[in-house]
């Protein structure tokens, strides 16, 4: 029975539009009947009838009731973005599992998923690395460890998402398996090879995908039994706990080259990286390709005219906004063959994952990278490092998408944290054009996309997820990168819990304060409106 | 006469009869309390005896009941469809003024000092005096005789005095202090101070000063200077927290009797003087606003009547609705005279005064067919009336109204009906209070348990923190390298840790309760490490007279009220493992005897220290040591110890190798250093080697908050004599930064928290990285409250410390308490952003209601209620945290 002075109430006002909300969430969750709410006689008659404006508050908040009911139903029936529909995972340290196939910091862990069940997240996504499990000699697999951290994951009644990774990590140190690495010693040529002649040794040279490299066996099969090996050491957890496979597709578990062999300083600008076609077997490959197609001459080695890693474009010709020999004949010959390499190599591998995995439960992803650096150049030269032949004149992502749909494997982008705002700007990039760019191909062709950050904690990170979330195509789900000890750090989890809170908890809209004249009367007028409006929001 | 027609209109009559000042200022909160008439009928007295210049009377406007009933005569008859009274609350702005009359007692002997204030309130005279001969700004406490009853002191230099109504029906409350001439008091000091409020009243931004002798200096804050020594000071200032009137009340200084020919100084002759000062407090008015409804027998429409008592113009902003949804829409004319359309989505109908002058009203004609009238009120000084948030809204169709029905009955019962209407009236707004009480319980229970949820989740984000951190060294050394890299080359001194140091005060005066205090603490060592701290202060671990800790008597007997010697090096071996360093709390200063000398005094000591009266310093003769002369000031509770003694020296040195050693204790915490000289602890420190030390020098007699200077030189300088002292070799509290703090933020003079040169006031603007910065600990808060900060402001003290170099320090009971995430935050901002304890402050405002720094070049920090945003010209600021009064901005 108060009426407060406006301007030192707003504070108040919210409190009571949100009751009006609860209220109704309230009376219709349990009784979704508007005429028995309508007609109920109220206890007592004179405070119906007599304080009139009560049993007018009571009425809007039943048509408000209606109102937003009907907003939500018309939502989920599209399946667009409500937020409740956007599963949250959260991964676990890349070091989970390492060494001696044992739990590494089992107890903080154990707390961490408490913490995270508390929160109401999904899941957690368990990096299982080629590197532990099959370490000592081929065909021995190790998954103590891995079960091991399923079973915790299970018993804090979690979902599971499983990356395996065939691919080494620099921090934790996890390098490829011994043996595949004393294979390595002899034969350099099983990992990609850099102009200069340096070797990556974090993953395979996708030239050897079908080359019986590995002790008379081929990647891909050593690939496919250790997947199936996987698929029946973990079949009590499979399609009850796990619910998604990520299959590693190259440096990194992404479908790229390793074509930035040292990720750059993060106070530099990202370079345009190099191409990754100088080991043998690429050599080989783009010799055969070459002469197919009626020119040897080009099948002798990479562009001769393309910068270094950490140069800028403009630095040689072939990236240059205009006549840059990328747009030359030579260019699309060579950048066609490159990118075909790649999105060959993925759909070995992912048809690979869909024929094991096809039988199960769970979903089967392969994850994209998100070279955004350079992407306002016409050339995107780091996207054609990569392996995307994308540039301002062709769209890379559409086969991409295309070979992802063939395979019924839904796609991993990261970056969704990143923002063009946050970019330097002398490095033409822009994360949230490229993002867009992939998703639209992929909506094209039906392929679904789930999120994770690259950073994190980053400035305005939270908010530019929750705006990738909440945009026109919906995300599968988001995996969160990633937990350790900035993750739970004082700097890092209260803003987290925020967020995840943010996400199942709408925001008040800000139409319900009242400051100025204008607004006072815009209000007065559309205090309804806005009421539902922020219920959809 | 008139009270009949009263009786019937708004039944209930007899509510008690409040007196008028407390209806000024505590406006009733329940509904029947606005229906009084006779309320109405003193407010509308009341407002009106606070017209500027006016003088008081009582109750004068005796018309206003007449006005009530003629208003709502026509609706008392049955036709009334719709009859509602709404309180409303407003903030109105009440003038008034305060006196300060000198005049003569009536023996003739004796001067008295009177201070009166005219506004109701729970008035306190904050004062003190300065004598003959003080220099400078402080206060002393008045003598015993001088103080009326009721007087409270306030430590050491000032009083406090409520001001009481002399008799039931005196407009003022008054104070009246007694002064001898003849003493050697040259003035008093006196701010007004309202309880309720919590607000201060001085006198141009200073205190009030009456000088009691006519050489003082004139700071400008003098009143009732005297004739024939051209210091009048003009028209009196305005009084810095509110008073718009500038017309300031003509200083009557009546010309005293002068027969008090003082024989002892020629030149105190008080002359007696009266001077009034208007001023402006800020009341929460309750007011009303009455509807009716009645239908118009001729017309068939609905007549709304409209009346209200708020002072002033009053717009209504109003529309009607065809349905329960309450879409605005404009009626069909006629409008009432001075009716507006606004923006084509309402009317604004200026309210008519009402005949007597008190309150205004209209009367809008609608048609039968709407469904209600909505309205919200616009005030004079611009603000908004609503109804809890929303449009007032009145319902027009009669057919559910029981007032309605109530038309219909028989209107011989009228009376009975009536009565019924209010009691339906009462159960109707129980029922719904109540109802909104448990719906509010079950929001708050589910709220609670939301709470309790998040709680549990950052225990456990805590654990697996503290867990992930210390498994950190399973990186790489590349990546180690690559996150520590940054971190700026500054030289490590000795005591003064890594300059990266952010102190947690494990303790406050209350901890040595349980008996287990050290258990009790291991158990939140590595909450406490998450937070981000490095290095805690633990309690005084010795054998001590006192519980808590601070008298000790046997130093190697470190079972304690806090608990066993095990319990300790177990306490620290935790502390260790979560990263904390640990300070152990040594009182050198003093130490309790064991025994008696020959005279009875306590001065030998025992146990494994087994020294005689020769380790007591000869200068304190309740303790009658044979030592030398006290090489500080004495703590006058237990014999002070001579630390000329090189056998002391020794002992002590060696008593801290040990405590470093055995204990385990990586610094210390130095109690009362004023006690003896810095160059003594120079020597402790040398040999004990600490990794972090600092010295409580804590003069609080030279320093008063009530009026501070801004120059707080001085103070800074004695602390960092004393660090000088010691060589450097440890730092010491900044109590001057904590006394700024107070002035600046409990009073709004944030410009304070820069000096003359542009830096802070403290020690931390002198030398940094020797000041240990605070806003509370044991002695100054917890239970003891010695010197307490400014209540509700400890987030913005945070704000400045732990965003500026120096050391800070957070206390205890800060730390565990709602404040902890913000704490928390503002920690991790520190670190994140490497602040350390030399960084570089530069202040970029220093105004009445706000301070800002920018530190490092890579923190942007605001406090108080002022405006303040960083630049933004090439440099990116994004706010990183937001709180009470205080907001900071990283660089992106």
Not at chain 1, 39 to 59: G, H
Not at chain 1, 369 to 379: E, G, I, N, Q, V
Request: charged fraction near 25%; charge should be neutral.
């Amino acid at each position: 029975m108060e009426v407060s002075v406006i301007g030192s109430s707003s504070q108040a006002k919210i409190c009571k539009t949100e009751l009006a909300y609860r209220d109704l969430r309230f009376c219709f969750g349990k009784n979704n009947d508007k005429s028995k709410i309508l007609s109920r006689k109220p206890n007592s008659v004179c405070f119906e009838s007599q304080t009139a404006r009560f049993r007018k508050a009571r009425l809007r908040f039943t048509l408000e009731a209606v109102h937003s009911e009907a907003v939500l139903e018309s939502k989920s029936s599209t399946g667009s973005n409500s937020l409740d529909k956007v599963r949250l995972f959260v991964g676990l340290p890349l070091d989970t599992v390492s060494d001696c196939n044992t739990v590494n910091h089992a107890r903080a862990i154990a707390a961490g998923l408490k913490a995270l069940k508390l929160l109401g997240v999904e899941g957690v996504e368990l990096p299982v690395w080629w590197g532990v499990v099959e370490n000592e000699a081929m065909g021995k697999y190790g998954w103590s460890g891995y079960l091991a951290v399923a079973e915790m994951v299970q018993k804090a009644d979690l979902k599971l998402h499983v990356s395996l990774c065939f691919h080494a990590s620099r921090q934790p140190k996890i390098p490829l398996p011994k043996w595949v690495m004393q294979i390595g010693e002899s034969q350099s040529s099983i990992f990609f090879r850099d102009r200069s002649g340096q070797h990556y040794r974090e993953s395979l040279s996708l030239a050897v995908d079908d080359l019986a490299v590995l002790n008379g066996k081929t990647p891909i099969q050593v690939y496919h039994d250790f997947c199936a090996s996987f698929k029946s050491a973990f079949s009590p957890f499979i399609g009850s706990t796990i619910m998604g496979i990520s299959m590693g597709l190259g440096p990194d578990g992404e479908l790229r080259y390793p074509s930035h062999h040292k990720p750059a300083k993060s106070d530099k600008i990202t370079g345009i990286g190099e191409f990754q076609c100088y080991d043998l077997n690429m050599l080989n490959l783009l010799k055969q390709h070459a002469e197919a197609n009626g020119n040897p001459l080009w099948g002798l080695g990479g562009p001769h005219d393309a910068p270094t890693y950490h140069q800028s474009p403009n630095s040689n010709n072939f990236f240059r906004d205009h006549g840059g020999s990328w747009e030359s004949p030579y260019g699309d010959f060579f950048l066609s063959w490159y990118s075909n390499e790649l999105i060959s190599h993925g759909n070995r591998l992912l048809s690979l994952a869909s024929s094991i995995f096809g039988d199960t439960a769970v979903n089967v992803y392969g994850k994209v990278p998100l070279m955004y650096s350079w992407y306002k150049t016409r050339a995107h030269p780091c996207e054609l490092t990569a392996g995307f032949y994308n540039t301002a004149s062709r769209d890379g992502y559409e086969a991409v998408a295309q070979m992802f749909a063939r395979n019924s494997c839904k796609i991993i982008l990261p970056g969704m944290d990143l923002s063009d705002a946050h970019q330097p700007h002398e490095s033409l990039s822009s994360p949230e054009l490229l993002l867009a760019q992939i998703r639209t191909a992929c909506g094209k062709h039906k392929v679904q996309v789930s999120g994770q950050n690259l950073a994190s904690g980053a400035p305005g990170s939270f908010q530019q997820i929750k705006k990738n979330m909440l945009g026109e195509n919906v995300l599968d789900l988001f995996t969160y990168q990633r937990m350790g000890a900035h993750f739970f750090s004082p700097e890092h989890f209260p803003s987290f819990t925020e967020f995840v809170r943010s996400l199942s908890q709408p925001e008040l809209h800000s139409d319900d304060l009242l400051a100025e004249e204008e607004e006072a009367t815009e209000s007065v007028h559309t205090s309804s409106d806005a009421n539902i409006q922020m219920q959809a929001a | 006469m008139t009270t009949v027609a009263i009786d019937s209109l708004l039944p209930k009559p007899g509510l008690s009869f409040r007196p008028k000042a407390n209806v000024l200022l505590k406006p009733s909160r329940s509904l029947n309390c606005y229906r009084n008439p006779k309320l109405l009928f003193s407010r509308g007295a009341c407002s009106c005896s606070f017209k500027p210049g006016r003088r008081i009377h009582v109750v004068e406007a005796s018309s206003t009941d007449a006005a009530v009933i003629d208003t709502f005569e026509a609706f008392s008859s049955g036709d009334v469809l719709y009859k509602e009274t709404f309180p409303v609350k407003r903030i109105e702005k009440v003038e008034g003024k305060i006196y300060i009359r000198l005049d003569q007692s009536e023996d003739q002997k004796n001067w008295q000092l009177a201070v009166g204030c005219s506004l109701p309130g729970k008035w306190i005279l904050h004062w003190g005096v300065s004598y003959v001969g003080d220099s400078g700004s402080e206060w002393d406490q008045p003598p015993k005789d001088m103080r009326p009853p009721g007087s409270i002191p306030i430590k050491d230099y000032a009083i406090e005095t409520p001001l009481k109504k002399l008799s039931k029906g005196d407009m003022f409350h008054e104070v009246k202090i007694e002064l001898n001439p003849s003493s050697a008091i040259a003035a008093i000091h006196f701010v007004l101070k309202d309880e309720e409020t919590g607000a201060w009243y001085q006198h141009r931004g200073r205190d009030f000063k009456v000088p009691l002798v006519d050489y003082l200096e004139d700071d400008g804050n003098m009143v009732g200077a005297k004739r024939g020594f051209g210091i009048w000071p003009g028209a009196l200032g305005q009084f810095s927290n509110m008073l718009l009137k500038s017309e300031t009340s003509q200083a009557n200084a009546q010309s005293s009797s002068k027969e008090s020919k003082d024989s002892k100084k020629e030149n105190r002759q008080l002359e007696g003087f009266y001077e009034e000062q208007s001023i402006v407090k800020k009341v929460p008015m309750g007011n009303f606003v009455s509807v009716a409804v009645r239908k118009c027998s001729e017309t068939s429409k609905n007549i709304l009547y409209l009346e209200t008592d708020i002072p002033g113009d009053v717009l209504v902003h109003w529309g009607v609705c065809r349905d329960d949804v309450q879409t605005w829409e404009i009626p069909a004319a006629p409008y009432p005279p001075e009716t507006t359309v606004f923006k084509n989505k309402a009317l604004r109908t200026q309210l008519q005064p009402k005949g007597t002058g008190n309150g205004s009203r209209a009367s809008f004609t609608l048609d039968e067919d709407l469904v209600g009238f909505l309205f919200v009120l616009k005030l004079e000084d611009n603000t908004w009336s609503k109804f809890k948030g929303n449009d007032f809204f009145i319902p027009l169709s009669g057919a559910t109204s029981v007032v309605g029905q109530l038309a219909q009955s028989d209107s011989v019962s009228e009376e009975i009906s009536s009565k019924a209407y209010t009691d339906g009236i009462i159960t109707g707004i129980r029922n719904l209070v109540s109802g909104l009480n448990s719906k509010k319980s079950q929001k708050t229970k589910t709220k609670e348990a939301q709470e309790s949820i998040l709680q549990e989740i950052e225990k456990l984000a805590a654990e697996a923190y503290s867990i992930f951190r210390s498994s950190i060294t399973t990186f790489s050394e590349e990546a180690v390298l690559e996150i520590e890299a940054p971190k700026p080359a500054v030289k490590i001194s000795s005591g003064t840790g890594t300059g990266f140091e952010i102190l947690c005060q494990g303790f406050n005066w209350e901890s040595h309760k349980s008996g287990r205090w050290y258990m009790e603490l291991k158990e939140k060592a590595s909450e406490i490490s998450s937070l981000g701290f490095t290095v805690i202060w633990l309690p005084p671990p010795t054998e001590s007279v006192s519980p808590e800790g601070y008298m000790p008597k046997d130093l190697y007997n470190l079972n304690s009220r806090y608990g066993t010697i095990d319990e300790l090096k177990e306490l620290i071996k935790s502390l260790h493992e979560v990263g904390l360093k640990v300070l152990g709390d040594v009182v050198l200063n003093h130490r309790c005897a064991h025994y008696q000398n020959q005279n009875g005094v306590w001065n030998i000591f025992g146990g494994r220290l087994d020294w005689d009266d020769r380790a007591v310093v000869g200068d304190d003769p309740h303790f009658q040591g044979r030592g030398n002369k006290s090489s500080g000031d004495n703590f006058h509770a237990a014999p002070n110890i001579d630390h000329s003694q090189e056998f002391v020296r020794k002992d002590l040195k060696e008593w801290l190798c040990w405590l470093r050693e055995e204990i385990g204790y990586d610094g210390w915490r130095l109690d009362f250093v004023r006690g003896f000289w810095g160059g003594y602890v120079k020597d402790y420190l040398d040999a004990s080697e600490p990794y972090f030390v600092v010295g409580e020098y804590w003069d609080s007699l030279n320093y008063t908050y009530s009026e501070m200077d801004h120059d707080q030189d001085a103070h800074r300088q004695r602390i960092v004599d004393w660090i000088n002292a010691t060589n450097g070799a440890g730092g010491a509290f900044d109590v001057t930064t904590k006394g700024i703090l107070h002035s600046a933020l409990g009073k709004c003079e944030y410009w304070r928290l820069s000096d003359q040169k542009g830096k802070p006031p403290g020690v931390v603007g002198w030398w940094p990285s020797r000041a240990v910065t605070f806003i509370e600990n044991h002695d100054t808060g917890s239970t003891q409250g010695h010197w307490r900060f400014p209540g509700g402001k400890e987030m913005q003290g945070y704000a400045y410390i732990l965003t500026h170099p120096g050391t800070p320090a957070v206390f205890y009971d800060h730390v565990f308490s709602h404040y902890r995430s913000e704490i928390a935050a503002l920690i991790s901002l520190r670190n994140r952003n490497k602040i350390h304890c030399r960084s570089t402050v530069k202040i970029v405002k220093a105004e009445r209601d706000v301070y800002a720094a920018i530190i490092d070049d890579k923190l942007a920090m605001k406090i108080g209620p002022g405006s303040y945003e960083p630049p933004s010209g090439s440099q990116r600021w994004s706010s990183a945290l937001e709180g009470n009064g205080y907001k900071v901005w990283e660089l992106s």
